[in-house]
């Protein structure tokens, strides 16, 4: 029997609450398929690891990450207590140093779930955005300079290389490939001269290779508001890791909440563990009321199943969830009333469930 190592990380805020609904539900399907074991580590690290330790993680937490099959992150941040920037920095490293390169954000409106927008149903939302995760406006380049004095000034560089940008531009082309043969690509070079016009030239030479697809690229600006007006035009969206953060939360509303968004951050090559987590953060303004969506985090669960080739594992887990939405029951952010813990039963009855 095939035994997983999974380091999980629940982090903070509401992250502890998802990430122990979402082993719950693994537990459950692994139970019920067999045939494969998951051998669970907890990372205690965060913003209490942080009060005893002075740091929000050990020195070689990239060493003791590295060994394991996947990494399962609740979420970080605690911003009443320690700045963002110290918090998160070892989940931006992780995803750098293990070239997570792909990100991997799909936003669906599942039936019965009502989105902001005036749309019902996955026919009208069902995109994925696919994130550059490792180079681009998230690379530590830069400095603070003349501190404290008038002419203070920051400089952030960003970095946009060519293999980057090509091998991101064909994992959402091979993804596309398996959708509906659609990909747009986020750009913004009618003002960022250097990297967004790389990309835009890149985008023509990958697109060769796949004549099937029908290519396009939006400026951010427009993208933003076509995925309100438009949503059921975008299939494939590829951006840089900013552009692909941001429109990942728009994304996750358009598609019934950020309670409801997955993502993976993968290492397409397997050279180093790839990373499943919410879209969503540590939502402070809701944590310790057991009100916490935990769908983005079992979503996140399904993921990784896939990733590590437990593909009936996962159809299982994702069956489960869209049979519970379809019945219209929920946390507060979906309008319902359940609780994280009451969401997650709902979710392993149908998994439990003859015949699902
Ligand atoms: P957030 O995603 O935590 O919350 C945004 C809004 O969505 C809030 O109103 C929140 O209540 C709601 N929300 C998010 N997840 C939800 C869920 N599962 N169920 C119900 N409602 C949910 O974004 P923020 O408020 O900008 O950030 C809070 C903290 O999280 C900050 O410290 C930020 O840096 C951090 N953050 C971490 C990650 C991560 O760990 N991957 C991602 C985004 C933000
Ligand atoms: C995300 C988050 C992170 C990001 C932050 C918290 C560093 O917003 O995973 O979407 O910007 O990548
Ligand atoms: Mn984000």
């Not at 913003?47 to 990239?62: C, H, K, M």
């Not at 993804?175 to 835009?200: C, E, H, P």
């Not at 299939?235 to 953060?245: H, K, R």
């Not at 019934?256 to 993502?263: E, F, I, N, V």
């Amino acid at each position: 029997m095939q035994t997983y190592e999974i380091a999980v990380y629940p982090g903070d805020g509401i992250g502890p609450e998802v990430t122990d609904e979402a082993v719950r539900v693994l537990e459950t399907v692994r139970a019920q398929l067999g045939g494969f074991a998951l051998n669970i580590t907890h990372l205690p690290w965060g913003a209490d690891y942080y009060a005893e330790n002075g740091r929000v993680a050990p020195p070689d937490f990239l060493d003791i990450l590295r060994p394991f099959d996947a990494i399962f992150l609740g979420a970080l941040g605690a911003p009443d207590r320690i700045p963002d920037h110290i918090t998160l920095e070892p989940l931006v490293r992780t995803r750098q140093s293990f070239d997570q390169y792909a990100c991997v954000r799909p936003a669906r409106l599942f039936p019965g779930v009502r989105s902001p927008l005036a749309v019902e149903g996955s026919s009208e939302v069902d995109l994925v955005v696919v994130r550059e995760n490792s180079e681009g406006e998230y690379v530590y380049c830069g400095g603070r300079f003349k501190v404290g004095e008038p002419e203070e000034f920051a400089l952030q560089t960003a970095v946009h290389t060519r293999r980057g940008i090509e091998r991101i531009l064909r994992f959402g082309f091979e993804l596309a490939m398996t959708r509906r043969q659609q990909l747009t690509l986020i750009t913004k070079s009618n003002a960022q001269r250097y990297g967004f016009v790389l990309w835009d030239e890149i985008l023509e030479e990958v697109r060769e290779g796949y004549p099937s697809v029908k290519a396009d690229k939006q400026h951010v600006d427009a993208a933003t508001m076509n995925f309100v007006r438009w949503p059921e035009r975008f299939d494939v969206v590829v951006g840089s890791n900013l552009f692909g953060d941001i429109l990942s939360d728009l994304g996750g509303i358009i598609g019934g909440g950020l309670g409801l968004a997955p993502s993976a951050n993968l290492n397409p090559e397997r050279e180093y563990p790839s990373m499943f987590e919410p879209v969503h953060g540590s939502a402070p303004d809701i944590a310790g009321q057991g009100i916490a969506n935990p769908v983005a985090a079992i979503l996140s669960g399904a993921m990784m199943l896939e990733w590590l080739g437990l593909n009936a594992a996962a159809d299982r887990v994702r069956q489960a969830v869209e049979a519970t939405l379809s019945q219209r029951v929920g946390t507060p952010d979906l309008g319902g009333q359940l609780s994280t813990r009451q969401m997650t039963d709902r979710i392993i009855q149908n998994l439990e469930a003859k015949g699902n």
